[in-house]
């Protein structure tokens, strides 16, 4: 639903058009899908008693941060590529 609105003044009327260009590219689909990539899924290797995991992938233990990435305890459902080339290596510790 398209509003018209009449505005006389030429700086008004960029402004009108700078933001309906703006929301062209958001409400886009095919740029809606690149700012919105799904979190990569981590494979879990080490668990503390909280709760918290580390993934395969981190040089040092840490907490993976759920608010960017998740983790499983499946092979068959990681998609971090660091984790997927250590699951891979036949030497894995």
């Not at 080490?46 to 608010?67: E, H, M, N």
């Amino acid at each position: 639903m398209e509003v018209e609105v009449f505005i006389k003044n030429k700086e008004y009327q960029n402004l009108l058009k700078r933001l309906r260009e703006r929301m062209r590219r958001v409400t886009d689909p095919q740029v809606f899908a690149r700012l919105r990539r799904p979190k990569p899924i981590h494979r879990a290797h080490l668990t503390a008693p909280d709760g918290r995991a580390s993934a395969k992938c981190f040089v040092r233990p840490r907490a993976i941060d759920l608010s960017r990435a998740t983790w499983t305890i499946r092979d068959e459902d990681v998609t971090c590529k660091k984790c997927l080339a250590i699951s891979a290596d036949p030497c894995e510790a």
